[in-house]
Structure formats: C-alpha cells, structure tokens
C-alpha cells in the first residue's frame, strides 16, 4: 500500500473520530429532547454548558438485579396495560416537545392559554428553558447508559416513530421530566395560586415517559430531581429573572380577561386523576 493510500485511511479515521465527539460519544443520537422539540425561533436557553447543574448529583441507573431495578420492572408491568387508553393517548401528546404543543401542556394547570399570542414572553421563557433542559439532559445521559423500556420487553410505544433513534439514546434519565419538572416549577411561581394543579400536571408529565413505555420510573424520578436542580440555578441568571417577572405580569392579565385554555381541561384532569395510582 502507497503512502497515499494510507494518508486516504488517516484522513476517514480523524473523521470519523470527530464526528463522534460532536455527536456525543459511541456515535449516540441526540437524546429525547432534541428529537422532539421545535425551536426555529430561539437559538438558546438561559444557561451556558459550564453553568448547567452538575450532572453527578444523581446517581448511576440501578443495575439489574437491585430491588431499585425490580421496582421498575414492576412499574413498567402496571404501566404496560395503559395501552389503548386514553392515558396512553395523553402520554403520546406530551411526548410532544414541539411549539406550541409544548406550551399547552401546562394551560389547563394554570386556567389560562399559554400561547405565543396570548402570553408571549411566558412562551419564550419555556422555549429556551426547553434548550437548557435538553442540554443537561444530553449530558447527563453521556454518564450513564441504559436501555430503554422497550427493547427489553419487546413491546410498542406511543411514538413508534421514534423508536430506531431512541435505540441509540440513553433512558437514563428522562430529558422529558427535566423539562416538565422545571417548567411545573416555575410555573408555581408564575401563578403561585395554581400550584397544586400544576405540580400535578408536572408530575403526570413525567409519568407519561413510563406509560409510554420509553423509560423507566428511576429515569423519571432523577430527571426531576435534576428539573429542580435546574429550576434552581436559573434563578441565578439575571435575563432569566428579568424574564419571569415579565412572565407573571403578563399571567396576571391574561387571567384578568378570564381568557380560557381552548382545550377540554376536565377531561384531561380526569384522566390524570384516574390513573394516579
């Protein structure tokens, strides 16, 4: 072989090999956040990659044969016989992490539209604490690799579409709770007086990764816990503060016009309050 040739093969390698260290590690697909939102029109979130939470305050997945595993086997199992249902038709719509999707989740939680119309800077907020949740999740998930739920128990989930990228996408933890965690928490800021629904709903937000079947409830449980570790470090950003105290202003108009989610919102509330438990 001329040397030409192998300058051919050193060249394709130092390729590959970088191609590698911007997708992550091990050639992964960027992680569930990223697969799912919409954010044309903002380019970042409140915080730099050196400003995130650190990663290592949760603690690697429970291995297989733990009773923290066992747990979540028997989760799953429960989780599994929601397929079909109108619980399971809920998580296929959270799982939706595009605008304005996005926003609505919350609506009916604080009885008033979250729109880019309606509340605008409220909107923003969400969307760049979206990118900030999905970069502590991309680097959490480079700690700690697990499979997801369904390529251990072969069965469907509620975005099949999905499901060869999420293959090379960590479970571990849900980027998902993340951002519902953090959003249900300033939330409670924005309308405190709402805070019981929508930590509800922030709650039921996450538990929709486990009906769908894509992670595992400690994926869940540690995705809001770094949710609020998140929620807390944001208020550290001044452009962040300055932001959710225009957001509130702005909540407290909208629900001065007694302007009302366009969705039906009893009967999403039933629906989380039937399968609670």
């Not at 960027?30 to 730099?48: C, F, M, N, P």
């Not at 293959?167 to 800021?189: D, F, Q, R």
Request: proline fraction near 6%; include cysteine.
């Amino acid at each position: 072989m001329d040397r030409y040739a192998y300058l051919k093969i050193w060249t394709v390698t130092i390729i590959l090999l970088l191609l590698s260290v911007v997708s992550g590690y091990g050639g992964q697909e960027k992680g569930d956040i990223a697969l799912h939102r919409e954010t044309k029109k903002v380019s970042k979130g409140y915080l730099s990659i050196d400003e995130l939470p650190d990663t290592k305050v949760i603690p690697p997945p429970p291995s297989s044969k733990s009773p923290g595993f066992a747990l979540d086997e028997e989760i799953n199992k429960k989780a599994l016989k929601l397929q079909g249902t109108p619980r399971f038709e809920l998580a296929k719509k959270d799982a939706d992490l595009s605008f304005p999707n996005a926003a609505d989740v919350f609506s009916c939680a604080v009885d008033a539209p979250i729109t880019e119309k309606d509340t605008p800077v409220l909107y923003r907020l969400m969307q760049r604490i979206l990118i900030d949740a999905g970069n502590l999740s991309d680097t959490a998930k480079k700690r700690h690799w697990r499979d997801r739920p369904f390529l251990v128990n072969k069965k469907p989930t509620c975005t099949p579409a999905y499901e060869r990228a999420m293959k090379n996408s960590s479970s571990y933890p849900s980027g998902h709770a993340i951002a519902g965690w953090v959003w249900a928490l300033i939330l409670t800021e924005i309308a405190p007086d709402r805070a019981d629904a929508i930590i509800a709903r922030g709650r039921a937000f996450g538990e929709s990764r486990i009906v769908c079947n894509v992670h595992w409830y400690s994926d869940v449980m540690e995705g809001f816990l770094l949710g609020a570790a998140l929620a807390a470090r944001l208020h550290a950003a001044p452009e962040f503060r300055s932001d959710l105290d225009a957001a509130r202003l702005e909540m407290v108009n909208i629900r001065a016009k007694d302007t009302k989610p366009t969705k039906d919102c009893k009967k999403e509330t039933d629906i989380i309050r039937y399968h609670a438990n």
